[in-house]
């Protein structure tokens, strides 16, 4: 009897190892895809960050522009007189 509970003890806490051996991969690979996740919000972050700067960039050319425009508007008004 003490050696069928000890068998089953021992196979029972082999059990045990290998489900957590199991489980250990699976964290691991968890965390692997958390790894790329937090890369891929980085890089969209990053291109964010430039279409942002892109946009500023563009925004003050066109005010340039519409300035630029006024005043060749207000030079062709005065020479019309």
Do not use: C, P
Not at 3 to 28: C, F, H, P
Not at 38 to 52: D, H, K, L, M, Q
Not at 58 to 67: F, G, M, P, T, Y
């Amino acid at each position: 009897m003490v050696n069928d509970l000890t068998a089953n003890t021992l196979a029972n806490v082999s059990n045990v190892l290998k489900s957590m051996d199991e489980i250990n991969k699976a964290l691991e690979g968890m965390a692997s895809t958390i790894q790329e996740a937090n890369a891929g919000s980085a890089e969209v972050a990053r291109s964010t960050t430039a279409a942002t700067d892109s946009a500023v960039g563009i925004s003050d050319e066109s005010r340039k522009l519409a300035e630029s425009a006024e005043i060749l508007t207000q030079l062709v008004t005065r020479f019309k007189l």
